[in-house]
């Protein structure tokens, strides 16, 4: 095991589960339904990493009202649905886990519900639980620090022994006022040309693309933090 790490903190859409252009396109299509026009374009650039939460503050103030009470549940729906039919789990995580020597868990904006369905989908839940946290457990979810030191904490952990694996520049962003080392994940399918270098910009230590680098960079990074 290294040395210089204790707990690997893994984000779980499009980091363990492709989910990403899903979950952005179901978000399109509701919002749309319920009169606030938008693209899973835009979906992605607003709001990718960030907890449906916060979003809907956000939009609920640009429409001057608020969104149905059952809207949450009408996401849900179409999400759940898709994921039934389409999601799958990120090429090669299951190899790169298997090679991590560190205790591992998940901290997600997304809600344990939907966590226990895309993750389970995937064959990842049982790899993972009971050590999956959520930004539902915190005051404020990413880009603000507060579901990693909880995570750390849960894990019995210090903030400076995790490393986080995350695909948003929220995610790194929280990760990073943390004060821990991240890594910046651009091989699921919704990142474009030049993603990566808007987790680097954002402050992840490494980027890389392709889970099966993931132990040997773990084991890298963590000597040249020692």
Not at 18 to 47: K, M, N
């Amino acid at each position: 095991m290294n040395p210089n790490f204790d707990l690997v903190i893994f984000d779980c859409d499009g980091v363990l589960v492709d989910s990403e252009v899903i979950s952005c396109r179901a978000h399109a299509e509701t919002l749309t339904r319920h009169g606030y026009p938008i693209t899973s374009e835009q979906v992605f650039h607003r709001f990718l990493g960030r907890s449906t939460r916060q979003a809907n503050i956000e939009i609920e103030a640009e429409l001057g009202r608020a969104l149905p009470d059952d809207f949450h549940l009408q996401l849900q729906d179409e999400l759940y649905r898709t994921f039934e039919a389409d999601l799958e789990a990120i090429p090669h995580i299951h190899t790169a886990l298997d090679a991590i020597a560190q205790p591992v868990c998940v901290a997600s904006s997304g809600s344990h519900q939907r966590m226990r369905i895309s993750l389970g989908r995937t064959r990842l839940y049982d790899r993972f639980a009971p050590n999956i946290f959520s930004a539902s457990q915190v005051s404020n979810g990413k880009p603000a620090p507060d579901l990693f030191p909880f995570a750390a904490e849960q894990m019995n952990v210090a903030p400076e022994r995790c490393v986080v694996i995350e695909d948003s520049v929220p995610g790194v962003t929280g990760g990073r006022a943390a004060g821990m080392t991240v890594l910046g994940f651009h091989g699921g399918s919704h990142c474009r040309e030049a993603y990566g270098d808007r987790l680097r910009a954002a402050g992840a230590a490494v980027i890389f693309d392709d889970m099966r680098q993931l132990p040997d960079l773990i084991a890298q990074i963590g000597l040249m933090a020692g």
